[in-house]
């Protein structure tokens, strides 16, 4: 069965159909290999604790800015590669300052 998600990152938004259960990290692995619009992503990953995105499309976490993901515009407690995603599920990408 497929679901229905969409990306945003800063200007640009994804629509992608995907199987079920899937995280929002294999979707980003999917867009990389498949999508239209470019999207490229640097991660690194961290046993037990899963991927940290390091740059999203050429911008680099710097300077105390990190990509931060949201999910259904609520920031997201849970990493991009433990997030089960469900049909219709909106995932951004924010740029932010961390505090």
Same mark, same amino acid.
């Given at each position: ?52 995105? /390091?740059?999203? #499309? =050429?911008? +680099?976490?710097?300077?105390? $800015?990190?990509?931060? *993901? ?13 997030? /089960?995603?469900? #049909? =219709?599920? +909106?995932?951004?990408?924010? $740029?932010?300052?961390? *505090?």
């Amino acid at each position: 069965q497929k679901i229905s998600v969409r990306l945003t990152v800063g200007d640009n938004t994804y629509q992608v159909y995907i199987s079920k259960d899937l995280t929002v990290y294999d979707v980003m692995t999917y867009l990389s290999a498949s999508s239209v619009k470019p999207f490229i992503f640097e991660s690194e990953n961290y046993p037990g604790l899963g991927y940290f995105i /390091k740059s999203i #499309n =050429g911008i +680099k976490n710097a300077d105390g $800015y990190y990509w931060t *993901l949201y999910v259904n515009g609520k920031y997201s407690t849970v990493g991009a590669s433990d997030y /089960k995603l469900s #049909n =219709g599920d +909106k995932i951004d990408w924010k $740029y932010e300052k961390n *505090l």
